[in-house]
């Protein structure tokens, strides 16, 4: 990346965040708005439905998945969950191969109805796309972020595809996050509307069954 301003970098920013491109399994596109509120609407009914959310990601997009799992759980109410505990990680790393570190814990974990978030700028790192077939046999629902190349093999598979289109990783992480913060936002909005309306339970009363 050339040397600019602050101001042209959060220009650039701005414009990779509003020409997301979002597709659905079968390759349809959809508008930003669109994809979003159905994603919020897959989190809002895994919810429901007392199901998980798992997400997976590497490096910087590590710590992204890992936010937003603080967000799901504590603002959202949904069990959500990453794959990020050193001691198994390394250990299926180091003997498996770092290729199967989501594969390996989202076979023993995902179950029909479950809800994964991948998150990956290159989207086509291997233990991404092995986590995303594990998730795929088990009869999960997929949601998927990458960038880069627009023919990444992340964004052939999920329900949902946001695609930032940047070669750049702070570009295509950060639009990635963004588009998290809002999802889980509206989510934790809806839910609050629904409670002070009276349509909806809740977390504790909805879990416990009280």
Not at 94 to 99: A, F, M, S, T, W
Request: with cysteine; hydrophobic share 40%; proline share 2%.
């Amino acid at each position: 990346m050339n040397q600019q301003t602050a101001t042209g970098y959060l220009e650039t920013l701005s414009n990779c965040m509003l020409t997301t491109q979002v597709t659905d399994r079968q390759g349809t596109s959809l508008i930003l708005d669109e994809g979003s509120d159905l994603a919020v609407q897959m989190i809002l009914e895994t919810r429901t439905n007392n199901k998980k959310i798992m997400l997976a990601g590497n490096g910087g997009s590590s710590s992204v998945v890992s936010h937003v799992q603080n967000d799901l759980c504590k603002a959202v109410g949904v069990k959500a969950l990453v794959f990020t505990e050193q001691p198994l990680l390394t250990a299926f790393a180091n003997d498996e191969g770092y290729g199967s570190v989501f594969e390996k814990p989202i076979n023993l974990w995902a179950e029909d109805g479950d809800l994964l978030f991948t998150v990956s700028s290159s989207g086509k790192s291997e233990n991404i796309i092995r986590g995303l077939k594990s998730s795929q046999n088990a009869g999960c629902k997929i949601v998927t972020f990458s960038g880069f190349g627009a023919d990444n093999p992340s964004r052939q598979v999920g329900d949902l595809n946001f695609y930032v289109d940047s070669g750049e990783y702070g570009f295509v992480e950060t639009a990635h996050a963004a588009l998290l913060h809002f999802m889980t936002d509206q989510a934790k909005a809806i839910i609050a509307a629904d409670l002070q309306a009276g349509a909806i339970d809740s977390p504790r009363n909805r879990k416990t069954g009280a």
